[in-house]
């Protein structure tokens, strides 16, 4: 096996939705068999609305405060914290603090797929070329 070095600074950054940053950085596009891996940075208002992964995701605050919610329940995350989503529960975040959120997400499955209650919204993924 080759040890694979990804430079994040060499990794774009996308313009996700209005108001919001991605940066991916692991999945199948480079190499993760098992992980993906981004960091978002959402201006105030902004996040992820409402969706569903197949996979456990872990959305960790980096730097900011953001509203994150699983089904009905709300809690407010600051830098430092995290919490644990079980795969197919509805969930999102919104950063409701005055700063830009730095959020990273961990999905255990090295291809991004999610289902949106808002059916305008862009599915993505990251696959090989």
Known sequence: MTLKIVDLEQQPREEWRAGVLTRMRTSA??????????????EPGHGAP?????VEEVLHVIEGQADVWIDDQHATLTGGQLTIV???RKH???NNGAG???????LGSPVFEAAY?????????????
């Not at 596009?29 to 959402?42: D, H, P, R, S, V």
């Not at 409402?50 to 197949?54: S, V």
């Open 29 to 42: 596009i480079n190499g993760a068999a098992q992980l993906c891996t981004f960091e978002q940075w959402c």
């Open 50 to 54: 409402t969706h569903l992964h197949a």
């Open 86 to 88: 079980p795969a197919g």
């Open 92 to 94: 999102g975040f919104l």
């Open 100 to 106: 830009t959120l730095h959020i990273q997400s961990t």
């Open 117 to 129: 209650d808002d059916k305008r919204e862009t599915p993505r993924r990251w696959l090989p070329g």
